[in-house]
């Protein structure tokens, strides 16, 4: 086992649990440590801490709490390589991905570092003599549950954020991706966050239960697949908390016959490829308007490019590869055609890694599974259609709602897409589109349940609790 086996960190200290079982490195299948599986007592111990640093932590100023993520932020920057090279291990995605999500990490530290002048409140003389004023308080214990595909960016959506406003929090990372959660806990203590502000409780289904039931826990985010958001959404909000579930995601990116041919290939094969295509922001369908095979070419070629093991990262287990490559079958089985084929893929001197090749399947009908379901894999369906109504129609029809994507240079065009598509992030010639901050992350549809952004200034208003104040100072 490269790495001493993970514990808990509770009140500032690390506390083992009874039950744990291994962690695997998807790069080479590396044992890199083994996660613990809390229980009802472990969960109930972090509650606590939290609960008994809430008063002290949410009693500062607001400048006193964001003087510790200033420093936080420095520390992300200092100790960038370090971080990148667990979040490669442990998630299978490039050092090249994994720098980015600490950059991402310091973007979303530094929104959260200008809370003092976000909060800047408003007092306004409502009748003579009587001054009414607002001012956000946090809500108490708070908690956020994340998925494997971002060990670092994923949970500093909220972190920051949540902690900055005066919570305290309890943490559940993947389980699969754990070891970027311990480092977090203690570069934020080295930043001087005191004990019991931030706690990591590592388990899996019964902890996230644990989480959503629990009375002391005001508030819940979630991030992860739609099966498993809809799950927790229902359950938090059952049990009276405030909640927002992000969930699944199936994307997709229009090119117009008058797309710029090298920018838009390059720029759809990154958006596929890219995290192996383990992104919520991934390309998943191109939705080919008219003749453009000179550009889908183009795309194939600009996917030849990207060579697993080099600059295309594992994907996260073994079973996800069998689950992405049975994806690929079916839709070959289905009448698809694969114009680039990334099944079997095997990695020199990582042979028990799990890696899947660039695929790109043309001829994908709406029948299909793989035009419906989420594949999470570097997988980029192809669905044909003669004009912007019948790509919007498609793109419409999807249950989830996080990107779309329309590549064109007419002003209008993308104008139309943007006003039609049923996403909450639209890319016009941007693959990705994710928002930089401070605009919120968030899409729409069964890719998100509960009101507001995740991150950005909205974000604001999930982890407080507005309070209004009219005074009137009587004279003599
Ligand atoms: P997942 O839903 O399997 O797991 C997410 C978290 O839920 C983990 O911490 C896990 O321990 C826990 N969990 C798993 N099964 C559970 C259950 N039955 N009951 C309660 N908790 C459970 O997701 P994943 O495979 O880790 O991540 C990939 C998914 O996350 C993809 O669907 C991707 O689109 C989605 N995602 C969405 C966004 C977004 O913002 N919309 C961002 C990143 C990832």
Redesign the pocket.
């Known amino acids: 086992m490269k790495y001493s086996a993970l514990e808990n960190y509770i009140d500032g200290s690390s506390s083992p649990a009874e039950n744990a079982i291994e962690v695997i490195s998807p790069v080479n299948g590396e044992q890199l440590s083994t996660v613990p599986v809390s229980g009802k007592a472990d969960l109930d111990a972090a509650v606590a801490a939290a609960a008994t640093a809430f008063p002290a932590w949410s009693q500062l100023t607001i400048r006193e709490r964001c003087d510790v993520f200033y420093r936080y932020r420095n520390q992300l920057q200092d100790n960038m390589d370090e971080l990148a090279r667990i979040c490669h291990e442990e998630n299978g995605k490039t050092i090249a991905e994994s720098k980015a999500e600490v950059l991402k990490a310091i973007e979303l530290t530094e929104l959260a570092c200008s809370l003092p002048n976000l909060l800047a409140g408003k007092v306004l003389e409502v009748s003579k003599g009587f001054d009414c004023s607002i001012q956000q308080e946090p809500l108490g214990v708070v908690s956020c549950?994340?998925?494997?595909?971002?060990p670092i960016m994923?949970p500093h959506?909220t972190i920051p954020m949540a902690l900055a406003l005066g919570n305290t929090m309890v943490f559940?990372?993947?389980?699969?991706?754990p070891l970027s959660g311990n480092e977090t806990a203690a570069l934020l203590s080295q930043a001087g966050l005191p004990a019991g502000v931030f706690n990591v409780i590592h388990?899996?289904?019964?902890?996230?239960?644990g989480i959503?039931d629990h009375p002391d826990i005001k508030a819940v985010t979630?991030?992860?697949?739609?099966?498993?958001?809809k799950?927790?959404y229902s359950?938090a909000t059952g049990s009276y908390k405030r909640a927002l579930a992000?969930?699944?995601?199936k994307n997709h990116l229009v090119v117009m016959p008058d797309a710029d041919v090298a920018h838009t290939a390059s720029n759809v094969a990154a958006s596929a490829c890219g995290c192996a295509g383990?992104?919520?922001?991934a390309a998943a369908t191109l939705v080919a308007v008219g003749q453009v095979n000179h550009i889908i070419d183009e795309v194939v070629e600009a996917s030849r490019q990207i060579v697993p093991g080099d600059n295309l990262g594992a994907v996260?287990s073994e079973s996800?590869k069998q689950r992405i490559e049975g994806y690929i079958t079916e839709a070959i089985e289905q009448g698809a055609t694969a114009l680039l084929d990334g099944r079997d893929t095997v990695v020199e001197g990582c042979e028990e890694g799990s890696y899947v090749g660039p695929t790109v399947l043309d001829n994908v009908t709406s029948d299909m599974r793989i035009a419906n379901e989420?594949v999470?894999g570097p997988v980029l369906s192809i669905m044909r259609t003669d004009d912007l109504q019948g790509a919007i129609e498609i793109e419409q029809t999807s249950p989830?709602g996080?990107a779309a994507v329309v590549y064109t240079q007419d002003g209008q065009v993308a104008q139309a897409f943007a006003d039609a598509a049923s996403a909450g992030m639209i890319g016009v010639n941007v693959g990705v589109p994710v928002p930089r901050e401070p605009f919120g992350?968030?899409?729409w549809n069964e890719?998100?349940f509960g009101v507001g952004d995740?991150t950005g200034q909205g974000s604001i208003q999930f982890w407080t609790q507005s309070k209004k104040i009219t005074s009137h100072w009587v004279s003599e």
């Open positions: 549950i994340t998925p494997f595909n971002f994923v959506w559940k990372p993947s389980e699969q991706v388990g899996d289904k019964s902890v996230v239960e959503c979630f991030v992860g697949s739609t099966p498993v958001a799950i927790v359950r992000m969930g699944g995601a383990q992104r919520c922001m996260i996800a989420e999470f989830f996080n992350f968030g899409g890719s998100r995740i």
